[in-house]
């Protein structure tokens, strides 16, 4: 390999006899990592290779994966993350996420392209890696006492210095199955991958390296960079800078889009109160960025005067703020700060929390074991989410216990008509996109591998633009969700942000010319875009061998029943044959049989190329 990789990942087994934690370096066979790319490409590539069908995602058979992409290492901006990849306790079916951080260059600069961990440790473990090997580390005090994250990262700092450290909180300890995995700040939330370090008894990974990722053509990528760290500061990404993912907020409510109530309404009479507008006009305080970024999307809060400032992002204020009836800013904000804490991912908590708002409402939880903690949970209640959220880091009560597990789940527990409103496809709770104000995204969240995902499927995209009947999904949903998940699979192999995504004109292309200058690959756009759909079909594969079918490619019943009232959506329904017919387009544009089945049994890759070819793809 010339440049980007250094062709092997390191293989750690947690349990090992008579050497818990040792690390073996393994070879990476050049062609799969051209075939896929690197981060979640490579991850989940590595999830099928390192793990048994059927395996249990908090057992000691189950793999969590950290995987780099090529460019990370490397000048180009917000390139600097890392994937973290398993099966997700929440789901059951394939899960990943990403976060930036020094911890994903250091990681990087021990000489690996990933990190594979298995087994189970004997007791609560910090792990510590550097060029030279592994060690297992008693995690001592540092675990079940119930420490925040920031002090908890703090004490590892003064412990082991010198290393860059990934950790879980309270959440993670007490296998909470949306519990995430924080760095510096930043969180590898979604799909309760912090709860899979738990059931390795993993407290935390620490990193240590100084080596140089290799580069093809320097020059190049050199003056690549320095363009493409340009174009990151034009009008693509400027409403990024000046108020943050928060900006959504009030356009959402605009456009009758903003979940509210656990999706009973799609407009937050108190939008304006929590909105990135209000937010930055009364409380901000303080601007930043991850490492080697140049946007700088990162907008800081005052909480209430002399405590420090707080981090808010689109997702985690819908989520806590309209979707539980929420209009106060402080006390949105504090439950933000409260999951970065307790290590909670923002969006499954409040989600699953809303769910249970109104399952007080309705009165299901009467004359069950659960209907002394649930009285008086109401809609509007701050104090009551706030601390619903620590009982359930901590899985304090029947209550607290019953919601931990997520919404599905709950929903499960409770019985009808619960689980027709419970906020979830796949198990993992949807983010803040009305379904039925934005159908061409109720498509995307239905065939999302991860699950309900805003992340891996931008077919709101369409519903945005102006050219397409937002209100109504049909086979031409398909073709933006297909274009749009296949670029975040690409961006989140090679790894870069999907904020750039404005930037880049000829996307494939211009993705094809930075892998060429850093890895030295004489590829194209039609090579790129083909590795991105055989990415996409990998993760399928992998939720295909984990149990998935065709049923659970659907949203819940809610959004199919429940017409919105007001507003621009004043109406508005998803037609159960609509989704339907989108959904068979879909697979036939993939290439997959009726039925949704990958029509292959290995993972073989010449296979999945076939696959591609009769797909018809775009």
């Known amino acids: 390999m010339r440049g980007g990789y250094f062709g092997e990942y390191l293989r750690i087994d947690l349990g090992a006899d008579p050497n818990p934690g040792s690390a073996i370096r393994v070879p990476l066979d050049p062609e799969i990592a051209r075939r896929f790319i690197g981060g979640v490409g490579l991850g989940a590539w590595l999830l099928h290779q390192e793990t048994p069908r059927g395996f249990d995602p908090l057992g000691a058979e189950a793999a969590v994966i950290f995987a780099f992409g090529p460019l990370l290492g490397t000048p180009l901006t917000t390139s600097a993350k890392y994937a973290l990849v398993a099966k997700s306790p929440l789901t059951g079916r394939i899960g990943d996420a990403l976060s930036s951080s020094r911890f994903a260059v250091m990681a990087k600069r021990m000489g690996v392209d990933a990190i594979v961990l298995t087994g189970c440790a004997a007791r609560p473990s910090v792990l510590l890696l550097d060029e030279d090997g592994a060690s297992l580390e008693a995690a001592g005090d540092l675990w079940g006492h119930g420490l925040p994250v920031s002090e908890a990262a703090r004490a590892l700092a003064t412990r082991f210095p010198g290393y860059a450290f990934a950790l879980i909180g309270p959440a993670g300890e ?3 199955r949306y519990a995430g995995v924080t760095n510096e700040g930043r969180h590898a939330g979604r799909g309760g991958l912090g709860a899979v370090f738990g059931g390795k008894r993993l407290k935390a990974i620490g990193v240590r390296g100084d080596r140089r990722v290799p580069l093809a053509d320097a020059a190049k990528t050199i003056a690549l960079s320095k363009a493409l760290a340009k174009r990151s500061l ?7 800078r000046e108020l943050g993912t928060v900006g959504n907020l009030a356009a959402f409510n605009r456009l009758a889009a903003l979940p509210t109530r656990n999706f009973q309404e799609s407009t937050f009479e108190g939008a304006a109160d929590v909105s990135g507008e209000v937010l930055h006009a009364t409380r901000r305080k303080a601007r930043g960025s991850c490492i080697n970024c140049t946007i700088g999307c990162e907008h800081f809060f005052e909480v209430a005067p002399g405590e420090a400032p707080v981090k808010a992002e689109y997702e985690s204020v819908f989520a806590l703020g309209p979707l539980c009836g929420i209009r106060d800013p402080e006390m949105v904000l504090r439950a933000s700060r409260s999951c970065d804490e307790l290590g909670l991912d923002t969006i499954s908590a409040g989600g699953t929390i809303a769910f249970a708002m109104e399952c007080a409402e309705r009165g299901l939880f ?18 009551r989410l706030l601390a619903l959220l620590d009982d359930i880091a901590f899985r304090r009560g029947a209550l607290a216990d019953l919601l931990a597990e997520g919404s599905r789940s709950a929903a ?24 039925r104000a934005l159908q061409s995204m109720a498509l995307g969240f239905s065939v999302g591998s991860r699950g309900a995902d ?33 670029r975040a699979a690409m961006l989140d192999s090679l790894i870069l942000c999907k904020f750039l995504r404005g930037t880049l004109v000829d996307f494939y292309g211009e993705s094809a010319e930075m892998l060429a200058a850093v890895t030295g690959f004489d590829c194209d756009a039609d090579e790129l875009r083909r590795a991105a759909q055989r990415i996409v079909l990998l993760k399928r594969l992998f939720n295909e061998r984990e149990g998935w079918t065709a049923a659970e490619d659907t949203l819940p019943e809610r959004f ?27 697979y036939e544009a993939r290439g997959l049989r009726p039925d949704g089945t990958v029509p292959a049994e290995t993972l073989d890759a010449n296979q999945l190329d076939a696959l591609i070819d009769s797909g018809g793809q775009l």
């Open 174 to 176: 007490h296998l909470v």
């Open 412 to 435: 499960a527990r409770l019985g009808p008509p619960a689980p027709d409103f419970a906020p979830h496809v796949k198990g993992l709770e949807i983010p803040g996109y009305e379904p």
């Open 454 to 486: 805003h992340n891996r499927s931008g077919a709101y995209e369409a519903d945005f633009s102006g050219q397409a009947d937002r209100f109504n999904v049909s086979a031409e949903s398909a073709r933006g969700a297909i274009a749009t998940e296949d």
């Open 366 to 383: 009467d004359g069950t074991a659960f209907e002394a903690e649930a009285r008086g949970l109401r809609f509007g209640d701050g104090a």
């Open 560 to 586: 199919f029943t429940q017409s919105l009232t007001k507003g621009a959506a004043d109406g508005a329904v998803i037609s159960r044959a609509g989704l339907a017919q989108s959904i068979a387009a879909y």
């Open 234 to 240: 034009g009008p693509a990404t400027e409403k990024y």
